[in-house]
């Protein structure tokens, strides 16, 4: 069954490390995405991919980077994380703004 | 966001009844997706849609491009429906960057 998959599910990292999210789709898809979901909101971008190699800024991309190695593969990254970016990351895959959502993955940053 | 506005932010209805959901859209959309977010957090598809109709057992909901809204109609609501019902813009199909509001939590009762 087609997916998309997040890993890891929660996560508690410190203040100033490193945080890697990554995210595998099995739709086949060109775009894949990262968004941010905060408490009371709905989802807001961090950065996109048209394909392999590609990385494009969403509305909120200060403070992350990512990466897209693969068709399949899309990860997020926090260099130096901080407390403000403790929140739900969202991943997902699309074609025509039609897109699918993996099951999130929980960040806190302490 | 501003660019979309979900109206109610919170609703609560009686098992077996009926409501509608609504999305406006200060910059007209090329598409609309709905997604329901259950309580675990997962974000469910439930209507991709082009201006028109489009209808899914007791869900069907409508996008009006001219008039830049979009509905969601549930009929004869079960508690099973409960939880935070999202709409999201999509502008650019190359992209298929979306915009999302801030969600509608609904609740329904027995």
């Known amino acids: 069954e087609a997916a998309v998959t997040q890993s890891p599910r929660n996560k508690v990292a410190v203040t100033g490390g490193k945080v890697t999210l990554s995210c595998n789709q099995t739709?086949?898809?060109?775009?894949m995405y990262w968004y941010r979901q905060d408490t009371g909101h709905g989802l807001r971008l961090i950065h996109y991919?048209?394909?392999?190699?590609?990385?494009e800024k969403g509305d909120i991309p200060d403070g992350y980077k990512a990466s897209r190695p693969s068709q399949e593969n899309f990860s997020l990254i926090l260099e130096l994380a901080t407390p403000s970016q403790t929140s739900v990351y969202f991943c997902?895959?699309?074609?025509?703004?039609?897109?699918?959502f993996g099951k999130g993955t929980r960040l806190t940053v302490v | 966001g501003d660019k979309v506005k979900q109206s109610p932010s919170a609703l609560s209805l009686q098992e077996g009844t009926n409501s509608a959901l609504r999305c406006n859209f200060s910059?007209?959309?090329?598409?609309v997706q709905w997604f329901l977010q259950n309580p675990r957090g997962s974000l469910m598809n439930l209507f991709y849609?082009?201006?028109g109709t489009k209808e899914n057992g007791r869900l069907k909901s409508a996008f009006d491009s001219k008039e830049s809204y979009s509905t969601l109609h549930i009929r004869d609501a079960q508690l099973e429906d409960s939880g935070t019902y999202f709409c999201a813009a999509g502008y650019n199909t190359n992209t298929g960057k979306l915009t999302f509001g801030d969600g509608t939590v609904l609740t329904v009762k027995p």
């Open positions: 910059i007209a959309a090329t598409t």
């Open positions: 991919s048209y394909g392999a190699g590609s990385t």
């Open positions: 739709n086949n898809h060109n775009n």
């Open positions: 997902a895959s699309g074609e025509n703004t039609e897109v699918f």
């Open positions: 849609l082009v201006p």
